[in-house]
């Protein structure tokens, strides 16, 4: 059954109105209905009512076996409902897409967002733990069903009490209401769906200049006019649990989050709510009221009931009239053809050798077929008024013989349709061999895999050692770590004694350079005096006094003594140098090849370790 069709002009003058500000209820943009809460007899039952739209969620528990990869933790099922009772466009055969998207939604709001503590549930860890289900179901849809879901569910689960069990060992006993007081939910946080439309204004030329008019709460004929819908699940700490967007226009940053301020302010009145009920209700059961959902269906006008108890009486004349009036022959004594038995009583034609006797009565014109309209006519037509029967031995062998036909027929008939189901059977029997034939390939084909890594695994195995091998290759490992460390320990200190050998090698090499210096200094003034003296001889040869030349030869010879002096020095240092060098190299060489012996010896170590 489909919902009525909403018709251009409602389209349009619902849009007009949101546009102008005047909604088709009379109440603002961010107003949203009247909301109320009611609780049944039974604790975990309530009925959310927002406007004219309303809800029913029951919360019921059982034992269960707790997840395996969660022993420890209870169970929350949802399972949301949408009859044709609610509206007509939903069908009870069939979960619509819409529903799916509900029943997701208050998952996601209430289970996925840790509401409820479950591990509470767990009665023994791995083995028995309570399994909530929460059954929500719409009463009447006249728009934003979401929020009245999910007022319903959560007024449910802050009612609902849970009764006290008792472990004794492997037994677990459940109280009753009588020996134990039922206990509450442990709720960390409580999250509402706060559900808000938005539509572009049509009345502006261009699409980047629409402005979004965002719209709480709207009824349904507002829903089939809004460019989209975004239904927020948030509780009073502002904390985001689920969030649904449905439409054919998209929202920016800041009116998502302009949607997600006004829901947080609308969830505290909508929490306060469900808060005074339950402390009304608890009030009320402490005083011995037990409490009754209202159901204004009742009170609607039905019509007037004398006119129902007239069509009954119809119906039982109809139905009295149409009862056929049978009379059954025992015996029939033989009569001669002459004789007639006048007023009510039926006439028999006996014939010799007879001695049963089929009584032909009226039957309801709805009970006939054709062929035994047509036998029965003729034959009242043959003897008059049709109240008069007589017996027909031809007619009736032929009503046997179209009895028994019609049996066979109906039986062939009933084999047919037999054979094609066991054909139908063969064939499906059939296309799963074929099936499994694959399956087969495919399993084989995973089991020759299987088998050689089995056998790879096996070879792998065998080239394992034991565990003597391994706790011996394990010591050695140890052994040559400790070694490792005393060499390095021993290179380090090796290092520490060459340092002052290489320092003096350094100081020497800077001596070194120095005295080759002087001595360049020294050839150099050698050269210098040798030129001077040459000039001096060439020009005054004759004139040159004997002092100035005995001066110049004892300055020449004390450079020449300066000179051997520092080249004897010179030569005694390198060979002091060299001695020391050959010494240090001789040092460093032997430590290099007991260092290098040692690192060999880790090696093999190492490379035999690796192998076993």
Not at 381 to 399: E, I, K
Not at 522 to 545: F, G, M, P, R, W
């Amino acid at each position: 059954m489909r919902e009525p069709a909403f018709s251009k002009a409602e389209e349009n003058f619902a849009k007009c109105a949101i546009f102008e500000g005047n909604r088709l209820d009379g109440r603002s943009y961010l107003e949203m209905r009247k909301c109320s809460i009611e609780f049944g007899q039974e604790f975990g039952t309530c009925v959310a009512s927002i406007g004219n739209t309303r809800a029913l969620a029951h919360v019921s528990c059982s034992l269960d076996r707790p997840s395996e990869v969660r022993p420890s933790e209870g169970k929350i099922v949802f399972k949301v409902e949408l009859p044709p009772l609610a509206s007509p466009s939903f069908d009870l055969n069939k979960k619509s897409a819409f529903a799916i998207d509900l029943n997701r939604l208050l998952e996601k709001a209430i289970v996925q967002s840790r509401c409820i503590d479950i591990e509470e549930l767990c009665v023994r860890a791995g083995e028995q733990c309570w399994t909530l289900r929460v059954e929500v179901t719409a009463l009447n849809h006249e728009g934003n069903l979401s929020d009245a879901l999910c007022l319903a569910a959560m007024g449910a689960l802050m009612h609902f009490k849970r009764p006290e069990v008792t472990v004794d060992g492997h037994d677990v006993k459940i109280h009753t209401a009588d020996e134990k007081e039922p206990t509450r939910l442990t709720l960390h946080h409580k999250p509402f769906c706060v559900t808000i439309g938005y539509i572009e204004d049509d009345r502006t030329e261009s699409d980047g200049d629409r402005q979004k008019i965002l719209v709480l709460d709207p009824v349904r004929q507002e829903e089939q006019v809004l460019s989209g819908i975004i239904s927020i699940a948030i509780n009073k700490h502002r904390e985001i649990c689920a969030m649904r967007v449905s439409g054919n226009r998209e929202l920016d940053s800041s009116q998502i989050l302009s949607c997600t301020k006004i829901a947080a302010n609308k969830v505290k009145d909508l929490q306060e709510l469900i808060e005074t009920a339950i402390k009304k209700d608890d009030k009320q059961r402490k005083k011995g009221r037990i409490p009754r959902v209202n159901c204004t269906v009742m009170d609607s006008y039905l019509g007037d009931l004398g006119d129902i108890s007239d069509i009954l009486e119809q119906i039982n004349n109809i139905k009295m009239e149409a009862q056929p009036e049978v009379e059954i022959v025992n015996e029939v004594e033989p009569m001669n053809e002459d004789e007639e038995v006048h007023g009510d009583e039926e006439m028999v034609e006996s014939k010799p050798d007879v001695t049963e006797v089929e009584v032909i009565t009226p039957k309801t014109e709805s009970n006939w077929s054709e062929t035994e309209k047509w036998f029965d006519n003729s034959v009242m037509q043959a003897h008059g008024d049709g109240m008069q029967v007589r017996y027909d031995p031809g007619l009736t062998q032929m009503r046997r013989e179209r009895d028994a036909l019609q049996l066979e027929l109906k039986s062939r008939e009933t084999k047919e349709k037999e054979l094609v189901k066991r054909v139908r059977r063969l064939e499906k029997r059939l296309n799963d061999a074929i099936d499994q034939d694959q399956i087969v390939e495919k399993l084989k084909a995973q089991v020759a895999k299987r088998d050689k890594r089995f056998k790879d695994l096996n070879a792998y195995l065998k080239k394992l050692p034991t565990m003597d091998e391994f706790h011996q290759v394990t010591s050695e490992r140890d052994r040559l770590e400790c070694e490792n460390k005393e060499l390095t320990v021993n290179f380090r200190e090796i290092k520490e004694k060459l340092g002052p050998y290489i320092e003096k090698v350094q100081t020497m090499s800077t001596e070194k350079h120095q005295l080759e210096k002087e001595i360049r200094d020294l050839y150099q003034a050698k050269s210098e005096l040798e030129d001077k003296l040459c000039c001096t001889n060439v020009t005054s040869i004759d004139n040159k006094e004997n002092n100035s030349q005995e001066i110049l030869e004892e300055k020449i010879e004390q450079q020449r003594l300066i000179e051997t002096n520092l080249m004897a020095r010179l030569k005694r240092e390198r060979q002091e140098r060299h001695d020391e060098v050959q010494k240090y190299e001789s040092e460093i060489s032997q430590q290099s090849k007991s260092l290098q012996l040692m690192m060999d010896a880790l090696k093999e170590k190492n490379n035999e370790v690796e192998k076993n």
